[in-house]
């Protein structure tokens, strides 16, 4: 699992890990309402503009977050084709979050990586990672 808090992508901007997207890999919907773009993006290219409904749901979702899907293809009207073919794919609810907490002292740095789960029963730790 520590291998999965290794940067994978590192460049002057960027520095992700696998871990970063471990709980979009393991839902089966990705939540419009949080998803970052490149995962909006692959939810909708089954559709054919994936660029433009990823650019407007980024835009429209800064304002307030979508209630429902039907909410979504209300707004996004012109793209309900593709909404339509990716309608399976995608959700304006998450069950499963990654959560990340940064703690630093001086020159020391720990980072711990949690995966949850929500339900009605509350949360629910799907594991726990520590990182420098």
Do not use: C
């Not at 808090?5 to 979009?24: H, M, W």
């Not at 996004?76 to 309608?87: D, F, R, T, V």
């Amino acid at each position: 699992m520590e291998l999965l808090a290794r940067p994978t992508l590192v460049s002057d901007t960027r520095q992700e890990s696998a871990l970063k997207y471990i709980g979009l890999s393991a839902a089966a919907q990705i939540n419009v309402n949080t998803a970052p773009r490149h995962v909006l993006e692959s939810a909708f290219a089954f559709g054919g503009d994936a660029r433009e409904i990823a650019d407007e749901i980024i835009t429209r979702r800064q304002f307030a977050p979508f209630a429902n899907t039907e909410d979504l293809k209300r707004d996004l009207l012109q793209h309900a084709e593709s909404l339509n073919k990716s309608e399976k794919y995608i959700t304006t609810a998450s069950t499963l979050f990654t959560v990340r907490v940064t703690a630093t002292l001086g020159v020391a740095r720990v980072t711990k990586w949690a995966v949850v789960t929500k339900s009605d029963k509350g949360l629910k730790k799907v594991v726990v990672i520590s990182g420098g």
